[in-house]
């Protein structure tokens, strides 16, 4: 384990800061916008700039790392994110704030493409996995810690920025003092709707949808949690205890879907969150203790479904396709990340704060059924083992460290030059499945 971890302990010390910076920074813009006087729909839009930003990251960042190089690229990637967060202490309007959040969602991205890349570049075939479960982790707990940071001081406007923006800053130090190689040029994420709907129409429809939940709870948890009356301390542990109940079913989960067809893991996970979304709406608790039980049950329904949906697909991709799948599905992800936060927010504002999750059980009850229709289309396909996704920074050089990934995918050969009988056995993944 030494011998693995010593080579990238610069890399997973800097994504370490960097996802605590990226977990205290979205926890708290929502809940300085609330206190500010922001409206809802403007809160919501905040969240949706993150994921303009996002995925314009993603897009772009490769194009620039390749002018300037990994080093220069993180360093500048991380700075800006630094700028930004300080910036929504000097400027503080609901377009600047979410203007600020769309630049501080493209240099996230920015950044961790870059240490992931980094990280696939250090990885060998025997090593992959270990690697690639070690940033997971790296990932849930140093979110999940940015996030706590709420609990450690009282509410302030300077405080919790400033030490967002130290973090920031501590992320540029261990790859700029780091002496290993620059990796691989980045993978650029292309999007071609038709070729993803093609091969797996519950995967692509179902990536969509579950943005648009992740997105606005994401984002609008917090805001619910205080239009309710917590406590901001209160607040963190809620939206921590969701991501630790998604972490906690990740593999009971995948484990499921790996013994039955996935699409009724789907099915059952969407309807396990309507249960609790109702139930919430039903019950509008404001006891603390009751509404993180809740919301820990949310959490564990709603976030292992985008890694059961794109394992789907990939059971239906040919090896040499699971970057490029992978890279669309996370684009119709994000699109559906945009959007979710203003549809839930004018849930919430023209209902009760409760709407976040009627809103999230009308999108998997669609969802659900769905994946129904499709199970009557399509018999299930064979599968290949699930592997859990850390969806709080899945960039497309996730999918390239990802261990199912072979080390060759990123030169894999179009199918004008792949003959159909040197092809792995299987459906035709041109064909519509599900």
């Keep these: 384990m030494a ?31 609330a206190a500010e006087g922001f409206s809802t729909f403007e809160l919501g839009l905040i969240g949706t700039g993150w994921s303009i930003g996002f995925m314009a990251g993603c897009l772009l960042v490769p194009t620039i790392v390749r002018r300037v190089g990994h080093v220069r690229g993180y360093g500048a990637m991380a700075s800006l994110a630094a700028v930004a967060i300080l910036l929504n202490i000097l400027i503080v309007s609901p377009a ?3 203007s600020l959040r769309a630049l501080s969602g493209f240099c996230f991205a920015g950044a961790a493409m870059i240490v992931e890349s980094w990280l696939n570049e250090r990885s060998t075939r025997e090593n992959r996995g270990t690697i690639f479960s070690i940033y997971q982790m790296v990932v849930f707990s140093s979110s999940t810690v940015g996030q706590l940071l709420m609990v450690i001081a009282a509410p302030s406007t300077f405080f919790f920025f400033a030490i967002g923006a130290i973090l920031y800053c501590l992320a540029i130090l261990p790859t700029a003092l780091s002496t290993a190689q620059n990796p691989q040029p980045l993978k650029t994420a292309r999007l071609d709707i038709r070729t993803l709907y093609s091969n797996s129409p519950v995967a692509a429809v179902g990536c969509f949808m579950i943005g648009l939940v992740n997105g606005a709870f994401g984002t609008l948890g917090a805001v619910y949690a205080r239009r309710i009356g917590l406590p901001v301390p209160e607040v963190a542990v809620m939206m921590a205890s969701a991501m630790l109940g998604g972490s906690l079913v990740q593999f009971p989960f995948g484990r499921l879907s790996d013994r039955m067809d996935r699409r009724r893991v789907l099915v059952g996970s969407a309807a396990s969150t309507i249960i609790v979304a109702l139930l919430i709406v039903a019950l509008q608790p404001r006891q603390p203790m009751l509404v993180t039980g809740l919301v820990i049950l949310f959490g564990g329904s709603i976030y292992p479904m985008y890694g059961i949906a794109v394992a789907h697909a990939n059971d ?23 959007i979710g936060p203003i549809l839930a927010s004018l849930a919430m504002e023209h209902f009760i704060p409760e709407g976040l999750f009627g809103y999230a059980a009308v999108v998997h009850l669609l969802l659900a059924l769905y994946t129904v229709y499709r199970m009557s289309r399509r018999q299930a396909p064979s599968r290949e083992a699930f592997q859990g996704l850390p969806l709080k920074a899945v960039t497309p050089e996730s999918a390239v460290l990802d261990p199912r990934a072979e080390p060759s995918s990123d030169k894999a050969a179009s199918p004008t030059t792949t003959p159909a009988d040197e092809r792995p056995a299987g459906p035709d993944p041109t064909a519509v499945q599900d």
């Design 3 to 33: 011998s693995t971890l010593i080579p990238i302990a610069a890399l997973l010390l800097g994504s370490a800061f960097l996802l605590m910076a990226g977990g205290l920074h979205g926890l708290l813009l929502p809940l300085q916008g």
């Design 316 to 338: 239906f991709a040919a090896p040499d396709e699971f970057v490029k799948i992978a890279g669309g599905l996370l684009l119709l992800l994000g699109f559906g990340m945009m």
């Design 96 to 98: 600047a704030w979410i």
